[in-house]
């Protein structure tokens, strides 16, 4: 079946421009990461929702950093006034459940230039 | 909180010879080990996991990871790697209690030469 997709794969935008990026999970999980992945770096949490509701938010680097996940399926990360410290891939991931025992899947990732 | 350190950025070795790629971890509570894989151009894969029980976890293509408490280690090895094994691997904890987020060390790159 169809894996994790990730809207767009590559991003630039302007230093103080809002972006908007997008994840569709695998059918039926019902929880949705997300993490941010810097060069050289291994993935850094930023946020999980179990279902409709963000149950974990305590990685968002600071407050132009938000997502929504409306209808329990897609979500959006969306950056307001990005900055360029804000370059990295963002990960999505699901899992068919909440829990650290149910494997989370991957999606590609968005690389997001701010210039 | 938790931490993770993999103390090598990058391992390059020879086609058919053993590897190991070293990973320890920090944590007040107990957690479950991961590790992940990174092949060129794609998304990040589970290649294993230690949840409970038996100490040593293997995957179907030969790596094999053990969990050693007193040492906070979970290293991973392979006994003879072959060129698609190259990849960037990333070792994870996750917190057994509540939260379900991963905390992943920096990963390290196996380069395997023919």
């Known amino acids: 079946g169809a894996g994790v997709s990730q809207t767009p794969s590559n991003k630039v935008t302007e230093k103080g421009k809002y972006v908007e990026l997008r994840c569709d999970p695998i059918?039926?999980?019902?929880?949705l990461y997300w993490y941010r992945q810097s060069l050289g770096q291994g993935p850094e949490f930023l946020i999980y929702?179990?279902?409709?509701?963000?149950?974990?938010d305590s990685g968002l680097p600071n407050d132009r950093f938000f997502a929504v996940r409306p209808e329990g399926s897609v979500s959006t990360l969306k950056i307001q006034r990005t900055e360029r410290g804000d370059s990295a891939v963002y990960l999505c991931a699901s899992s068919s459940q909440a829990g650290a025992t149910y494997e989370q899947y991957f999606g590609p990732g968005t690389r997001l230039t701010v210039t | 909180a938790q931490s993770v350190t993999q103390l090598d950025s990058q391992v390059p070795v020879f086609e058919e010879a053993p590897v190991e790629l070293r990973c320890n971890y920090s944590s007040s509570v107990s957690v479950y080990l991961f590790w992940y894989v990174q092949y060129p151009n794609q998304g990040l894969q589970l290649l294993l996991k230690y949840l409970s029980g038996s100490t040593l976890v293997e995957s179907i293509n030969g790596f094999e990871a053990e969990f050693n408490k007193s040492q906070t280690s979970f290293h991973l090895r392979k006994p003879s790697v072959h060129i698609s094994d190259t990849a960037e691997y990333f070792c994870a904890v996750s917190d057994r209690q509540g939260a379900q987020k991963l905390v992943f060390g920096q990963g390290t790159r196996l380069t395997i030469n023919p």
């Open positions: 059918s039926g999980h019902t929880a």
């Open positions: 929702f179990q279902g409709t509701g963000a149950a974990d």
